[in-house]
């Protein structure tokens, strides 16, 4: 890897000084820092397709430390070079062999979810499979060997053919995946199911009964202290907040407001009911996003799928996350048959608010999707980019039953639709329309 790079790098001798970029090399990899990377860049008068090449090498292949964050305590002529070797054999394993390509997922190198009673790998389900728990957890401090003995195993069951849970997840990407400084930098809260609202499909709660009381949520505080104090968790960690209702813990303040100062970024995914004014804060600095399953258009169908009279309230803070920042907030929407019909006044909502990005998904544990309801996502798609927002694809319910084809299936329907009406806005479009089209 590093004799390629080499090699790439020096065939452009002509146009830098190539050794005036302190180009470091340990442990089979390189550590480029951060402004040099930007000089090599912008001194290499590549074409374009070449910068692609060349910044994708770099980004696999290459540590890059960022002198101006500064949190690894570099400095121009001295700064910390990570060994994780040396990291992964403080816990007497070897670390896995990274010198090819091989399948994995940003979860898999660096995830931790936390889910009743235990932790994962990853928050989602695949049918048939979905990763192991990593260990028991039922608060302060886990056993980190435990962990990096199933990463280990999972990364090694992928090199060789595949872990089975994940085998037919999406989400696998097959690239060069470099060491990290940290051993976790995603992480997923999701350890109760305490919830404000009893949805239909809540698979988290289902049909409500599994209500618990908010005492019964555990404190994850001291757990990220020592996360933290031990250097384990990443600077710049990705903290999704899930559950249950995020916002209803009453630890909730006090940890966001703690690792957002460690420097974490948060997706919050709340049903919208109750207004975090840290929540909105964070948003406006660009450190937090919100993901708002209002999953309705109207006030009736809310009504029926949430169970409770609190739509107009919904929307009242939509708008108030909204204005705050208006591309760090996603409206989404689970697409089922109880709502179906309703993806254009859901998205009548968005655009009214001026909100950026939309999302659906499809109900989790479903093993065949309907035509009607890909149809119904392929239209929320279509009218979604004609009114230019970013419509994107839940990693729930999508992603449950591969064999199901769900994102292929919503793909072609939305393909037939784009080639039928040429890319014109049609607000009274229905799913009918998808199926005469196919007739
Ligand atoms: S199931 Fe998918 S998201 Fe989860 S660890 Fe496996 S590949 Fe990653
Ligand atoms: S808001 Fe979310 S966690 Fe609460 S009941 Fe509905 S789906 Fe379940």
């Known amino acids: 890897m590093v004799k390629t790079f080499k090699n790439l790098a020096k065939s452009y001798l002509n146009y830098i000084k190539f050794a005036a970029l302190k180009i470091i090399e340990r442990n089979g990899y390189v550590l480029l820092l951060k402004n040099h990377y930007s000089e090599l860049c912008s001194k290499l008068y590549l ?9 994708n090498y770099l980004n696999s292949a290459v540590k890059i430390i960022d002198l101006n964050c500064n949190r690894y305590g570099a400095t121009e002529n001295n700064f910390e070079i990570f060994d994780e070797a040396k990291q ?16 994995s997922c940003r979860w898999i190198e660096g995830g931790l979810s936390f889910v009743p009673d235990k932790l994962r790998v990853c928050p989602n389900c695949v049918e ?8 028991k957890f039922s608060g ?14 999972i990364i090694t069951a992928n090199q060789n053919g595949g872990f089975n ?101 948060s997706e919050v995914y709340t049903n919208g009911t109750i207004l975090s004014k840290t929540l909105l804060e964070a948003m406006i600095n660009n450190k937090a996003s919100v993901m708002i399953s209002i999953d309705a258009g109207t006030k009736e169908s809310f009504n029926i799928i949430k169970g409770k009279n ?74 979604g980019i004609k009114r230019g927002i970013d419509v994107r694809v839940g990693e729930v319910g999508t992603i449950y039953n591969p064999n199901d084809n769900i994102r292929q299936r ?27 089209a196919r007739t």
């Open 128 to 135: 048939g499979g979905g990763t192991p728990g990593l260990t």
């Open 310 to 383: 609190l739509f107009e309230k919904v929307v009242k803070n939509i708008d108030k996350y909204a204005k705050a920042n208006k591309y760090k907030i996603i409206l989404k929407m689970i697409i089922c048959d109880k709502n179906k019909h309703e993806v254009i006044p859901f998205l009548n909502i968005a655009e009214k608010n001026d909100i950026r990005i939309v999302a659906y998904d499809v109900l989790t544990y479903n093993n065949h999707v309907s035509q009607e309801i890909i149809d119904c996502a392929a239209i929320l798609k279509y009218e």
């Open 410 to 436: 919503v793909e072609q329907s939305f393909n037939l639709l784009s080639g039928r009406n040429r890319l014109e806005s049609n607000p009274n479009i229905q799913s009918t329309d998808l199926t005469e």
């Open 47 to 55: 074409y374009e397709d070449e910068t692609v090449y060349l910044k």
């Open 88 to 103: 992964w054999k403080s816990f007497g394993i070897e670390p896995p062999n990274r010198s090819e390509e091989y399948p």
């Open 165 to 265: 849970g994940c085998k037919k997840c999406p989400l696998l990407l097959k690239k060069m995946w470099a060491p990290k400084k940290f051993l976790f930098d995603t992480i997923c809260l999701a350890h109760y199911t305490v919830c404000n609202l009893a949805c239909e499909y809540c698979y988290a709660i289902p049909e409500g009964k599994q209500k618990l009381p908010l005492s019964s949520i555990i404190s994850l505080k001291p757990t990220f202290e020592w996360l933290v104090e031990e250097k384990y968790l990443s600077t710049e960690s990705v903290i999704l907040w899930g559950g249950g209702e995020p916002i209803i813990n009453k630890e909730f303040e006090s940890l966001f407001i703690f690792l957002t100062r460690y420097g974490a970024t």
């Open 140 to 153: 302060g401090h886990f056993s980190i060997r435990e962990v990096l003995t199933i990463r280990k195993l």
